[in-house]
């Protein structure tokens, strides 16, 4: 037997260092790593805020963030991207919300 004289002790220490390391290596699709812009696939656009101070404002997070899907302001295409247009409209006091 190869582990004859070897402490439990030692030998447990072993294991558990073999499948931490077997867990780190681990790639399953289980739980995929959140990539910048791309927001919660649930929740479009939860990268961008729902309320803005000005169409500036707007602007400068929508580039900041370079979100995957389309963007749409007042019914004009902001940023080009997949799936149906997330919808901002300008309010008369010159904020920006989330429709």
């Known amino acids: 037997m190869k582990y ?7 030998l447990l220490f072993a294991s558990t260092c073999a499948a931490a390391a077997w867990s780190a290596t681990d790639k399953s699709p289980a739980a995929p790593a959140p990539q910048r812009g791309q927001g919660d696939a649930a929740q479009p656009g939860t990268d961008l805020k729902a309320r803005y101070a000005d169409k500036a404002a707007f602007l400068a997070d929508v580039k900041k963030s370079a979100p995957s899907f389309a963007i ?7 940023r080009t991207g997949f799936g149906p ?6 309010e008369r006091d010159g904020s920006v919300i989330r429709k």
């Open 72 to 78: 749409e302001l007042d019914g004009k295409s902001v």
């Open 4 to 10: 004859a004289g070897l402490k439990l002790s030692t």
């Open 85 to 90: 247009p997330i919808a901002y409209r300008t």
